[in-house]
């Protein structure tokens, strides 16, 4: 891992993530224990008025979490929360991206609190956040 010392606007590389494919959707579901048909079964889906399943929105949240761990130790995250804004259709690409909004001092700790987002190749955001991080 890097040092990271970032600023107020410092943008964090962005975490690229292959297209959601149906094997990484039943995988998660059997590593998370969410089987919920709707993210695995076609006719489930389709009986629901959806073209086709989607993904959870958990692993969304957890590949933001990917690059949150990417860029510092799990110790250093204070704070995370989301807020779930779109579905991710199966064979969605999402990119997880972040950016620093403020820095301060609390308890003699320096943090950084960043925005957090998830969006797929047509623009569509998925998955709004944010983080409080611990600087070295």
Same mark, same amino acid.
Request: charge should be negative; proline fraction near 6%.
């Given at each position: %891992?890097?040092?990271?010392?970032?600023?107020? /606007?410092?943008?964090?590389?962005?975490?690229?993530? &292959?297209?959601?494919? *149906?094997?990484?959707?039943?995988?998660?579901? /059997?590593?998370? /224990?969410?089987?919920?048909?709707?993210?695995?079964?076609? @006719?489930?889906?389709?009986?629901?008025?959806? &073209?086709?399943?989607?993904?959870? /929105? %958990?692993?969304? %949240? #957890?590949? !933001?979490?990917?690059?949150?761990?990417? !860029?510092?130790?799990?110790?250093?995250? *204070?704070?995370?929360?989301? *807020?779930?804004?779109?579905?991710?259709?199966?064979?969605? +690409?999402?990119?997880?991206?972040?950016?620093?909004?403020?820095?301060? $001092? @609390? =308890?003699? $700790?320096? !943090?950084?609190?960043? $925005?957090? +987002?998830?969006?797929? #190749? &047509? =623009?569509?955001?998925?998955?709004? =956040? $944010?983080?409080?991080?611990? !600087?070295?």
């Amino acid at each position: %891992m890097t040092t990271f010392a970032p600023e107020v /606007g410092t943008q964090l590389p962005p975490l690229h993530i &292959d297209p959601i494919s *149906r094997t990484t959707l039943a995988l998660f579901a /059997g590593a998370s /224990g969410d089987h919920n048909p709707i993210h695995i079964d076609l @006719d489930v889906a389709k009986s629901a008025g959806l &073209d086709d399943v989607f993904s959870h /929105g %958990m692993l969304s %949240m #957890a590949y !933001l979490g990917r690059l949150l761990t990417d !860029l510092l130790p799990q110790q250093q995250l *204070r704070s995370y929360k989301v *807020r779930f804004a779109s579905i991710t259709p199966v064979h969605g +690409k999402p990119t997880c991206t972040a950016a620093v909004t403020q820095i301060d $001092e @609390d =308890g003699g $700790e320096r !943090l950084a609190t960043l $925005e957090l +987002k998830v969006t797929l #190749a &047509d =623009g569509t955001v998925t998955l709004l =956040g $944010e983080a409080v991080v611990a !600087l070295d």
